[in-house]
């Protein structure tokens, strides 16, 4: 059906404002309908607050790994294999997947795969060669992959052998735990249309130089600089090849991107709608106001304004929240040329966990929303993989203990109260190997713009910090800002000047099917922004990788409570989702996946 044109967010945002004051009348109405299906027609979605889609190449690298990237590439780019957590547990979501469910053989070192009977947007058939291809590019470029843990994919995988063009297997370098494989490896598998892309220039030909690991490292840096790209996405030849529900049809400076339906998807998930608009905010009162003019067809409400659920459901919305299968944390960056030394002291990081107030944060600031979250997985979805001692909370809110664990190892007010080290030395009561004397607890937290429960928590932390002589300064900044400037450094390196960084104003980490932290924790993993480092939470996640069972997992999360390679903090939903009532077939995925290919209108 046909919805209105959106128009320039600053324009509706004018329009949205004008309304509030008493222009009620341009109010767009939602809901209504019959509820039977409607073919086609249009739907706008809400992009959180100061994000903005940055990256499209289905192989991303360090600071381009926003949850909704992935969300809007799995729309274009089947992955292998696709997990949704809708009914209520994690599983996986065939309908989504290029690939049918693979077969380990007896030992556990071969697996076996076949391809869906996809398309490529070219009329190319989808086949084992566009595995190898995304398989050969990674193994050249994985120093670059921001999901790359040494000794996992690709390096876990020992040998490709394609059986035919639908059929492949895959050697392993040992036989690992199956379900986490399928869920946590294959999962990353991205097939790529090698017969478009494998080109070294834009106006190359295109051969096979993947298979050649030099040809293979030029293609990769190839497509990583088309990607960089974002103002020809929607002009760019390479990005029209597709094999999703949907096709790019625009993608703005802004990151505001368009999708509409493939016409020449040939898989069993086509999308209903004819056209998906993502739109992007600088704030989430921006967004409030587009949505109480009617601008959004799905977007979400600031918990500032819960209190307005009922005008908004009168205006033909509905109000769900949207729980995550995540966690959220703050990284300590523990190559801080200042505070990397502190930040590598237990003690340090235990009196700052005791000084985060989660209770009154879930509670004030988030209205009840959030959930406290003591640990590295995910509290209270499935709670098989949470040990007691993450699920007690090993450093509960105690400014008294905060503060006793930094002065009782020599840290002393200075002149402005701010806490500094008065007796450097690795003995009991002193501040520990690396800490130079008149090191100050003055450190400055990175965090993202345009949200107020974040300003609102960020605040809150530095208020209690405060009371136990921490300083805390604020730089907030865009979430792409965030994400690009919070990466793992060397202390020599201009970027690694980044104290603490906060990206979870939706959550911090979205995990795949199971929650282990291979990518977060392991030593030198893509996505270990701070450079934690610890032998034992290594072998931990390696149990967890390789062992069946839920103890490994057990193990893992009560080790990681105690050890804080990061502070943990309250965990918020993705978003308090305000849905057109008229608009069927959402769900709300816990990974913060999205299938708007099942969308549909019903007036």
Known sequence: MARHRWRAALGVTLAAALALSGCATSREQHGGGSGKP????SARIALPPSATPNWILPISIPGYGASYNGAIRAELY??????DGTSGS????????????????????TVTITLKPLTWSTGDPLTSRDVEFWLNLLRAGKDNWGKYSEGLMPDNIKAFHAQDDHTFTLTLDKPYNADWFTANQLSLAVPMPQKAWDRTSAGGPVGDFDRDPAGAKKVFDFLVAQAKQLGTYATNPLWKVVNGPFTLAGFTASGQVTLTKNPKYTGPDPAKLDTVQFLTFTSSSAEYNVLRAGGV????VPTSNLGQRPKLEAQGYRIEPWNGWSITYSPFNFNNPQLGAAFKQLYVRQALQHAVDQ?????????GTARVDYGPV???NDVKYLSARQKTNPYPFDLVAARKLLTGHGWKP?????????????GPAQCGEGVNADTRLSLTMLTESGSDETDGTM????????KIGVEMKINAQPLNTVLANGTACKPEEPSCSWQLSYFGTQGSWYFPANPSGEDLFATDAGTNFGSYADKHADDLITATNLATGDQPMLDYSAYLAEQLPVLWLPNPPYQVSAIDTALRGVTQDPLAGIQPQRWYWTR
């Open 38 to 41: 409607v073919t086609g027609g």
């Open 78 to 83: 089947l992955p292998l294999y696709n997990y």
């Open 90 to 109: 994690v599983a996986l979501d065939d309908p989504s997947s290029a690939a049918n469910p693979p077969s380990y053989s007896a030992d556990g070192l």
């Open 297 to 300: 067809d799905y977007g979400y």
């Open 359 to 367: 209770d009154s944060i879930t509670s004030v600031i988030w209205r």
């Open 378 to 380: 995910p509290q209270d």
């Open 414 to 426: 200075g002149s402005d109260g701010v806490l500094e080290c008065a007796s450097p030395g690795n």
């Open 459 to 466: 605040q809150e932390l530095r208020s209690e910090l405060s």
